[in-house]
T-cell receptor, first 113, second 116 residues
């Protein structure tokens, strides 16, 4: 069965600094990969997704992620963090056969002034 | 376009009461999902419908939970009787035909349930 690991529970980044959130997946075939963001008291918003093709995908709010098959990773990056980026970030994998999302445990991003 | 619409957004109920959560998926989407989010267990898939038919309900915790999808634009998740450990955020999500919107699942704002 597929699974997702987000090794960092919390990350604190200074405003304006770069960000990288780690995600590792376990799945035998080529996965569909997603990053969602959840602001406090809000639902899940899709940031970006990878299905196939270019391994560097661009998303909303200036985020990007790179799929690395050799490392089974799909890390999320942003070159300059804004205070409004403080939220919880979830990586997810979808098995095309079952067509449902399996989520990681999330990484909470704190942005310091 | 309207997204996935859930109601109520917040509910506080007493243990033993029946709780009904409602969801209207995005128009034209043919798959609907109910997820539960808790601190202890994170985001868990409870049940998944395709074309109004339940496909996978292996995540439904016990018989107190039931879900229905009487038509393509409405689904309910019912808890009867409710218990304090059911307190969580319940998300509804939907996905369209892959040819139209790809394999992307869109989430509602969630129903925040507290059972006291």
């Amino acid at each position: 069965a597929q699974s997702v690991t987000q090794p960092d529970i919390h990350i604190t980044v200074s405003e304006g600094a770069s960000l990288e959130l780690r995600c590792n997946y376990s799945y035998g075939a080529t996965p569909y990969l997603f990053w969602y963001v959840q602001s406090p008291g809000q639902g899940l918003q899709l940031l970006l997704k990878y299905f196939s093709g270019d391994t560097l995908v661009q998303g909303i709010k200036g985020f990007e992620a790179e799929f690395k098959r050799s490392q089974s990773s799909f890390n999320l990056r942003k070159p300059s963090v804004h205070w409004s980026d403080a939220a919880e970030y979830f990586c997810a994998v979808m098995n095309t056969g079952f067509q449902k999302l399996v989520f990681g445990t999330g990484t909470r991003l704190l942005v310091s002034p | 376009d309207a997204g996935v619409i859930q109601s109520p957004r917040h509910e506080v109920t007493e243990m033993g009461q029946e709780v009904t959560l409602r969801c209207k998926p995005i128009s034209g989407h043919n798959s609907l999902f109910w997820y539960r989010q808790t601190m202890m267990r994170g985001l868990e898939l409870l049940i998944y419908f395709n074309n109004n038919v339940p496909i996978d309900d292996s995540g439904m915790p016990e018989d107190r939970f039931s879900a229905k999808m009487p038509n393509a634009s409405f689904s309910t998740l019912k808890i009867q009787p409710s218990e304090p450990r059911d307190s969580a955020v319940y998300f509804c999500a939907s996905r369209g035909d892959g040819r139209i919107s790809g394999n992307t699942i869109y989430f509602g704002e969630g129903s925040w349930l507290t059972v006291v």
